[in-house]
């Protein structure tokens, strides 16, 4: 009988276990429950615009914006956008990268991000943790018709990271590379 019971308490725990439901939603909160933050770097030119800009990476909603003044003319032009990010966000602080840090050649692999982060500007990444984009992919990657889906899966396609690189005269293993543990 003691059998019994068990195997009938294991068959009920395994068909109303939400173990893949609960997994899928842990993997993404919503923003409203885990807000986005936003690191923007932007040139120096416009630090007296500060409250202005900070205000405009806060614009979408359900962000918590921090805002640096680059010390030099132009900050960096890379990109990063974190796994859960929505496209409209993401498109939206790619915008303001355009404006305030002339606009975006790199986009750093999500696997170097927490997951409701993006960083606009930002140099804290090594070349091997970044892929180069060109105007056409961004472009892509702008298009305001994409879903959050379909623009996260379009920004894992361009930050595909190289195995071998090239580091004293020599191809080696990229000491940055993360490799998928699915």
Same mark, same amino acid.
């Given at each position: 009988m003691r059998i019994f019971n068990v195997t009938i308490f294991l068959a009920a725990f395994i068909i109303f276990s939400p173990m893949g439901v609960a997994h899928a939603k842990e993997d993404c909160p919503s923003i409203s429950k885990k807000p986005v933050k936003v690191e923007a770097w =932007? +040139?120096?030119? $416009?630090?007296?615009? $500060?409250?202005?800009?900070?205000?405009? !990476?806060?614009?979408? @909603?359900?962000?918590?914006? @921090?805002?640096?003044? $680059?010390? *030099?003319?132009? &900050? +960096?032009?890379?990109?990063?956008? @974190?796994?859960? =990010? &929505?496209? $409209?966000?993401?498109?939206h602080f790619m915008k303001k990268a355009w404006k305030y840090s002339?606009?975006?050649?790199?986009?750093?692999?999500? @696997? !170097?991000?927490? +997951?409701h982060w993006a960083g606009v500007g930002t140099s804290m990444f090594s070349e091997n943790s970044m892929s180069a984009i060109s105007p056409e992919q961004l472009n892509r990657l702008m298009d305001d018709t994409l879903d959050t889906e379909s623009f996260q899966e379009m920004y894992r396609t361009l930050t595909v990271q190289?195995?071998?690189?090239? *580091? !004293?005269?020599?191809?080696?293993?990229?000491?940055?590379?993360?490799?998928?543990?699915k």
């Open positions: =932007v +040139s120096k030119k $416009y630090e007296k615009d $500060y409250r202005n800009i900070r205000r405009e !990476f806060a614009e979408m @909603g359900n962000t918590k914006v @921090g805002l640096f003044i $680059y010390p *030099a003319e132009n &900050p +960096s032009r890379i990109v990063a956008i @974190g796994r859960c =990010v &929505p496209a $409209y966000m993401a498109q002339l606009g975006t050649t790199h986009l750093v692999h999500q @696997g !170097f991000v927490s +997951s190289k195995e071998k690189v090239s *580091a !004293f005269g020599l191809m080696l293993d990229n000491p940055k590379l993360i490799r998928d543990t």
